[in-house]
Nanobody
Framework: QVQLVQSGGGLVQAGGSLRLTCAAS????????VDWFRQAPGKEREFVAQ????????YYKDSVTGRFTISKDNTKNTVYLQMNRLKVEDSAVYYC????????????WGQGTQVTVSS
């Protein structure tokens, strides 16, 4: 059974950068999609970015395109979310989730990590 452990996040001023990490244990990410979501207080969880592990295809929420980059390290079985030019509205708890390619049910979620962007 796969487990996801997140790291990174924290407090940064607007315009700054942070990198989130999502590491898998128990099995590899092979054959999966790894998604980043975020949830701000009082708001629904929203999709941020996705990467297809096998070929690296990525997708982004419109508002983060050009600022965020999702990437992977095959040797470390880890997915990253590099967040640049952060805005106050990017503040949220960020979660990574993994699901098998073609499936809609997630096999596992990370524990969540707080990102706070100050003005």
């Amino acid at each position: 059974q796969v487990q996801l452990v997140q790291s990174g996040g924290g407090l940064v001023q607007a315009g700054g950068s942070l990198r989130l990490t999502c590491a898998a244990s128990g099995r590899t990410f092979s054959g999966t999609l790894v998604d980043w979501f975020r949830q701000a207080p009082g708001k629904e969880r929203e999709f941020v970015a996705q990467i297809t592990w096998n070929d690296g295809t990525s997708y982004y929420k419109d508002s983060v395109t050009g600022r965020f980059t999702i990437s992977k390290d095959n040797t470390k079985n880890t997915v990253y979310l590099q967040m640049n030019r952060l805005k106050v509205e990017d503040s949220a708890v960020y979660y990574c989730g993994v699901r098998a390619y073609g499936e809609f049910v997630y096999d596992a979620w990370g524990q969540g990590t707080q990102v706070t962007v100050s003005s």
